[in-house]
Every structure is written in C-alpha cells, then in structure tokens.
C-alpha cells in the first residue's frame, strides 16, 4: 500500500515562501511521477506540479517561475519551494503520486498567503 505523509504547510504574507515535503512509502516502482494539486475553497483541485523519475517536469502556468519541483529518489521524497507567493496560491496542497495508473494521495497541508 502506498503511503504519503506531507509537510511544510503554513502561513505567510505575499511574498514569502515556503517548502513542501512529501514522503512515499510502501509499493516500490522504479517508474512513477509525485507532484502536487491543490484546492483553494469553493475551486476545484488543479495541478500545480509534477516531475517524472527521471526529473522531467511541468508547471501550472500561474506558477511557473516562482514554484520548483524536485525530489531525491534515494529518499523517495518529493519536494516543491514557493517563492514570491501570493495570496492567490492559498489553498490545500495535496502531495500524489502515479504509478502504472494509479494515483495516490497524500494528507493534504493547508498554505495560507496573506495580503
């Protein structure tokens, strides 16, 4: 069973940044993409970024230039930072990852970007 623990929420004023974290375990696959959707109140979720095993990635065009995807595939971890957020961008992010079709969710960390 796969399993995805995210950190890294929080609250800053425009501007500011922050750093997400989200941990795999569990089915090991040596093809797979992680990223992160979010879902800002009365919206519906939309992605905002992924990266393939082999760090090929995309970007909501909103994002693109402030926000970066990573991850350290020795640690099964996925990483995205946010710079220069805006208030825009509050909402809960939810860490995923796809494997052979499946997709799996992680716990959600709620960003709040204040005025």
């Known amino acids: 069973q796969v399993q995805l623990v995210e950190s890294g929420g929080g609250s800053v004023q425009a501007g500011g940044s922050l750093t997400l974290s989200c941990v795999a375990s569990?089915?090991?696959?040596?093809?797979?993409?992680m990223g992160w959707y979010r879902q800002a109140p009365g919206k519906e979720r939309e992605l905002v970024a992924s990266?393939?095993?082999?760090?090929?990635?995309n970007y909501l065009d909103s994002v693109k230039g402030r926000f970066t995807v990573s991850r350290d595939n020795a640690k099964n971890t996925a990483y995205m930072q946010m710079n220069n957020l805006k208030p825009e961008d509050t909402g809960v992010y939810y860490c995923?990852?796809?494997?052979?079709?499946?997709?799996?969710w992680g716990q959600g960390t709620q960003v709040t970007v204040s005025s």
């Open positions: 995923y990852r796809l494997i052979r079709g499946a997709k799996y």
């Open positions: 990266i393939t095993i082999d760090g090929g990635t």
């Open positions: 569990g089915v090991r696959s040596s093809i797979d993409t």
